[in-house]
């Protein structure tokens, strides 16, 4: 039976992880697409290289940052990646220079790795497995919460110093490293001995294994293969969407009304709309079958292609708005379900993490080979075609999801290929 004193420890960790979740909802990202467009004036190959280079730190960093959070410890690698990101807010806000962004976003990409894996693995060890679901949930409706006061707080500020909104936004991420390993309790995790914590065998068997499962099991290959075009695709739609309404579609103005706040007012409808819609799906997700996962999946990136091509090509701001809340609805119920069929195929969970982890990888690898080419094609061409061509990329994902549809959600095809023979000791 559970003491009051084991109940009250989770109810802290629980209070903290929705304090946590937040608080790094509050910076408000859209300010710093801005800045980024009006202040440095980047052309869209600049934009869209920050992203391929972010992403690049990610998938060197994505697995060998876990060592920290598995073998030492959740709470120290939680107040690495929330210093280096709240650093990189500062250092992105304190030039216009490409060069200094380019490393901000380095900065910002590697303390991302610290954090991957580490804040869920945190709260379920603290909380308990039993109703995890639930405290997810809410830390998502948190998470919701900090990102409307976020941006309505970042554009007050914003309107008279926009580079004061983003010092506050690092200061506010900085603030939570300091939180993190000042107030992070750890009663519910065990790290390594210290002889273990140097050795790489560890790591690199639990990354063998997961990326041999992935191979044994054909849902899991065709998911991740998806992944690596789904990467493509948004690079284009998240560095050069605020370029876009900028530059070609236009923002109206009113007397006395700063342009800054009709992205204010995109970023909490479109918010809003994603949460309503994804609070009716995820009641669904966990029911049903993986054909029907497959079929929503196919349906869902239909949507994005199309919605997509829309607010490329369209020159009607109310137009434009409409397609960029749809792709972004699409966007956001893609992830639940995508994480659902992902971790119904993973039937070892002493991979669960090492399996997210090369999904993960593989949306770094599409981000960083499609954002260049996306972004040349925006200073070559047009910001509308280098949107259309994001969402072209999406083609051969709709395909693999169509072809795991019309097989119930798997893949017999593919289980005929060759698998990795496994050898004795």
């Known amino acids: 039976m559970e003491s009051s004193s084991d109940r009250a420890r989770r109810a802290r960790a629980y209070r903290l992880y929705l304090f946590l979740r937040f608080c790094l909802a509050l910076p408000a990202w859209v300010v710093v697409a801005v800045y980024l467009v009006r202040e440095a004036k980047l052309d869209p190959l600049q934009l869209v290289l920050m992203g391929t280079v972010m992403e690049a730190a990610v998938f060197v960093f994505e697995i060998p940052t876990g060592v920290i959070a598995d073998l030492v410890s959740r709470r120290l690698s939680l107040g690495i990646a929330w210093l280096l990101q709240g650093a990189a807010w500062a250092l992105a806000g304190a030039t216009t220079s490409f060069g200094v962004i380019l490393v901000a976003w380095v900065v910002w990409g590697i ?57 506050g936004a690092g200061a506010v991420t900085a603030a939570m490293g300091v939180v993190a390993l000042a107030f992070m309790p750890e009663t519910g995790y065990t790290p390594a001995p210290r002889g273990e914590r140097s050795r790489r065998g560890a790591m690199v068997d639990t990354a063998s294994k997961g990326f041999r499962l992935v191979r044994r099991v054909p849902v899991l290959l065709l998911l991740v293969t998806a992944t690596v075009f789904v990467g493509a695709a948004s690079e284009g739609f998240d560095r050069l969407s605020e370029a876009h309404f900028l530059r070609d579609v236009g923002v109206p103005s009113f007397i006395g009304f700063d342009p800054l706040w009709w992205f204010a007012v995109l970023s909490i409808g479109g918010t809003l709309l994603a949460l309503l819609a994804a609070n009716l799906l995820v009641e669904r997700v966990t029911a049903v079958g993986v054909g029907t996962m497959a079929r929503t999946l196919s349906g869902l990136t239909l949507l994005e292609i199309a919605s997509g091509l829309l607010f490329a090509l369209t020159g009607a701001f109310a137009v434009a708005v409409l397609a960029r ?101």
């Open 111 to 167: 303390g991302a790795t610290f954090e991957s894996g580490a804040f869920q693995a945190w709260v379920t060890d603290e909380v308990g497995v039993e109703g995890i679901g639930r405290v997810f949930v809410r830390g998502s409706q948190a998470s919701l919460a900090g990102g409307v006061v976020g941006v309505l707080a970042s554009f007050a500020v914003a309107t008279v110093s926009i580079r004061a909104a983003i010092y």
């Open 325 to 425: 809340w749809l792709l972004g609805l699409a966007r956001t119920l893609v992830s639940p379900v995508y994480a659902t069929w992902v971790n119904r195929n993973i039937e070892d969970s002493s991979v669960r993490a090492t399996v997210n982890s090369i999904a993960n990888q593989a949306d770094a690898i599409g981000e960083a080979a499609g954002g260049p080419v996306v972004g040349a094609i925006g200073n070559i061409v047009s910001l509308p075609a280098a949107l259309a061509t994001s969402s072209l990329f999406l083609l051969p994902t709709l395909g693999l999801y169509t072809r795991a549809a019309r097989h119930d959600g798997h893949e017999p095809e593919l289980a005929a290929l060759p698998q990795p023979v496994e050898t004795g000791a």
